[in-house]
Every structure is written in C-alpha cells, then in structure tokens.
DNA sequence: CGGAATCCTTCACGATACTG
DNA sequence: CAGTATCGTGAAGGATTCCG
C-alpha cells in the first residue's frame, strides 16, 4: 500500500528525488559535470565509493538516460562516463538545492544546536 | 573513510540532501507547505506512514528547524505540526526539482524503455 | 491523541575474490 | 581496466504493544 495523498504524481517525483537525492547518484552527476569525462576507476578514486556500488549506480544513472556509457574495446578496456542532456539538464535545479544548503546549513546548525541543548535541560531537570 | 574528493562542503551538502530526497521528509514538508498547519494523525493519514517513521522525521525536521511543533495540552493532547521560515524557504528550490521531474518523467521512461529493450536483445542473441 | 519502546525482517552497502 | 558474483553485516523501516 502506497496511499500518496498528495497527488499521484508524488510517487514518481519522490522517485527521482530520491534518486537525486541518493549519496552516490548526486555526487556522480556533479563530477560528471565537473570534468565533462571520466573513465571508471577515476570516478572510483574521486569519490571513494566501493565498485560495487559504482557499477551499480552508474548502470542506474545509465537507464535512467541521465548517463552515456561508452565502450572503447581496447587493450586494456576503456571506458568512458559522461553527461547526456537529460543529466545535464538536472545540474541546474540540482545545484539550487546545493546553494540553498550552502546559504543555511549554519541556520541548520543553530537550530540543531539549540534543539539539543533544549532537551539537555529538560533532561537535567528529570 | 569519507573521501569527499569533490569539494570540503561536498559533505554536509550531501547531508542536507538526502534529508530532502528522503521519502517522507519530503512529502512532510510538501504536505505541510500545502495545509500549513496539520496534527500529527492527520499527517499520518494523508501520508500513510507508519507512526514510528514519522514521528522520527518530525523529529528530524524539528531538530533541524525545519519544521515548529506545539503542544496543546489538552485532554485529548493536540499537537500541531507547521513549517519554521527555513522550512519554507526550501520549498522554491524544492519545486524547481519536483518541475524538473514531472518535465522529465516521460524522457526518463522512455530512455528506461529503451535500456530494457537494448538489453533483452543482447540476452536474446546470447 | 501522540507518542516511546521493542521486536523482527528486509536489504543497502562494503569487502573480497574472480573474470574477460 | 572494468566490471560480475558472493557473502556478511548494520541499518532502515514496518508491525505491534504500552503509556501519559
């Protein structure tokens, strides 16, 4: 049971945020955007993310249109990640969220520090 | 190891979205932004979370001083759930993602169409 | 009504080892 | 180099129960 109250296209945007908003998906995206190209074992070593899950995150980005694969059939193998339109497309609204996260993570941190320092008090005085 | 190879903030930025991309924080804040002021089962009907999730979320978005919560202590209790000024300063660029996913919904359908097609074709000529 | 506490299942993810 | 396959663990999340 799903039960999307709001409206019923709520289920596929959260998918996509949920996919923007993932870790790995995100931080792929950006670099992509960043050095236009990048083989593999270089998106590996810039993110620090285990193969696993690199390999399967691209596959995703890749069937989601948001990634071009390119298959150079060398010796050794090369290949080749970058942005299609599609993912470039999502840099802009992606990067409003960055900005708006940048301009209030210390409004994030007040409220955080003033939250626990709340519920200290109200702890001492049990 | 984080490895945050991309930029110092990369870290703390990825925090704040995948706190957005989440599920429910996102339909809460959405719903919130929506009705302005909504009781706790009220929220959890129209989501259909479980209470145990959402009273975590809350909690979250409390914390974060996303989200301004007042108790009524009445008999019944009566809590009330409504959005601080930072939790609505992050619907606009909230929205520019939700407008870019329903843009794109159809594009990210047919390039899966497309993926999934591609690959049966190899499996059918293996 | 609005939670907190507990239990339990699923699965996301990393580490490791193997392959073309 | 660029993956796939397998295994083990911790964490996420639902269902249930109890309390002010």
Redesign the interface.
Known sequence: ??????CK??G???E????????WS??II??LG?YNVLRFNELK????ISQRMLSLTLREL?????VNRTYHPTIPPKVEYALTP?GE??R???R???????D??P??D???A???AQKELERESA
Chains 1, 2 share one sequence.
Do not use: F, H
């Open positions: 049971m799903k039960a999307e109250g709001t296209d709520c596929r945007i959260n996509v945020l949920s996919r923007v908003g993932d870790r995100m931080l950006i670099s960043t070593r810039i993110l620090g890749e069937r989601d249109g948001m599609l497309s999502i802009a609204p992606l409003q969220i960055g900005d708006w996260a940048l209030n993570l409004a994030i007040a409220a955080r003033r939250y626990d």
